[in-house]
C-alpha cells in the first residue's frame, strides 16, 4: 500500500485533487483507515491515477473523466466530443482576438467632431425589444405601420430615420426607430401601440461620422469607436441620449452619424 503522499508523487497528482476525486467518486482509495481517516492506494491504481491526470490535462471536465473512466467502449467518443468542443471555442476565441484587434485599431482612428445649428423637429418613433432574436424585425414592422397611419392623417415624414436606445421602465434596453414630421401629431391621431411623439427643440447637434459597415458583435462589450470618438471630444457632455442616422457619405456611399445635442461648449 501507498500512502496519499506517495501515491501523489508518483502520479503527478496532488493530495488535494485525490480528496477531490475520491469525493467525486472519480478516484477511490484502496483502503480507508477507519481511525485516522488515512487514505492507501495500490500500484495497481497508478495507471487509473495517470489517465485522470493526462485526461484533466487534455482540459476534460470531471463529469468525463468519470465516464471516460466507468465506459470503456465510449472512451473515443468522449474524446472526439471534447475535442471538438475545444476547437469551437478556439474559433470563437480567435475571432474575439481577431475583432479586438480590429476594435482597437479603430479607436486610434480620428474622427473630426462636426457642428450645426438644426430646428425644431416633430417626430414619432417606435419601440421593441432588443433583447430577442427577432427584435429588429418587430421594430421595423411597427415603424412602417407607424408612417403609415401618420401619412393617412395627412402628416408628412421628413429628412433621414434615426435609431436610438434607452432603458424602460422595466429596466429593459429596448430600440427606438424614429424619424421626423411635418407637423406634430394632433392627440386625436392614433398611431398605434409602442409609438411615441415629441419634438426635437432647436439646438447645436454635434456629431462624427462613423462607417456603416462597421460592427462590434456581441462577444465585445464594449463601446462603438465612434461613441468612443464623441467621449474624447466632448469630456464634460454626458452621452445617454445618442441618435444613429444614416447619411450619404463624401464618397457617394453611405456614412452614419453619432449625434448628441450639445449642453455645453466642447
Known amino acids: 500500500m501507498m500512502t496519499i503522499g506517495a501515491f501523489a508523487q508518483s502520479t503527478g497528482l496532488t493530495v488535494k485533487a485525490l480528496h477531490l476525486y475520491d469525493e467525486r467518486g472519480i478516484l477511490e482509495p484502496a483502503h480507508v483507515d477507519e481511525v485516522s481517516g488515512y487514505r492507501r ?3 495497481s491504481q497508478v495507471r487509473q491515477a495517470s489517465s485522470i ?15 471516460w473512466l466507468a465506459e ?58 432588443i433583447a430577442t432574436a427577432d427584435g429588429g424585425a418587430e421594430a421595423e414592422h411597427r415603424f412602417a405601420a407607424a408612417v403609415q397611419a401618420a401619412h393617412r392623417a395627412g402628416i408628412t415624414t421628413t429628412g433621414p ?10 429596466d429593459e434596453l429596448e430600440m ?19 409609438v411615441l411623439t415629441g419634438v426635437l427643440p432647436a439646438r447645436t447637434e454635434r456629431f462624427v461620422l462613423v462607417d456603416p459597415g462597421f460592427a462590434i458583435t456581441s462577444e465585445i462589450a464594449a463601446p462603438h469607436p465612434g461613441v468612443v470618438s464623441l467621449a474624447e ?34
Open 41 to 43: 492506494y495500490t500500484t
Open 176 to 194: 427606438l426607430l424614429a424619424i421626423g414630421l411635418d407637423r406634430s401629431v394632433p392627440d386625436e391621431v392614433d398611431l398605434g401601440a409602442y
Open 72 to 129: 470503456p467502449d465510449k472512451r473515443q467518443s468522449i474524446l472526439s466530443q471534447h475535442r471538438t468542443t475545444v476547437m469551437r471555442e478556439r474559433e470563437r476565441e480567435d475571432a474575439i482576438w481577431n475583432e479586438g484587434n480590429k476594435v482597437l485599431a479603430e479607436y486610434d482612428v480620428e474622427r473630426p467632431l462636426r457642428e450645426r445649428q438644426a430646428p425644431e423637429r416633430p417626430w414619432l418613433a417606435v419601440t421593441a425589444p
Open 233 to 266: 471630444a466632448m469630456p464634460n457632455e454626458p452621452l445617454d441620449t445618442i441618435r444613429q442616422t444614416i447619411v450619404a457619405g463624401a464618397d457617394g456611399g453611405q456614412a452614419i452619424e453619432l449625434v448628441v445635442d450639445a449642453r455645453s461648449n466642447p
Open 161 to 170: 430615420f434615426w435609431t436610438a436606445f434607452r432603458t424602460n421602465h422595466r
Open 53 to 67: 491526470a493526462v485526461l484533466r490535462a487534455m482540459g476534460l471536465p470531471l463529469d468525463d473523466v468519470k465516464c
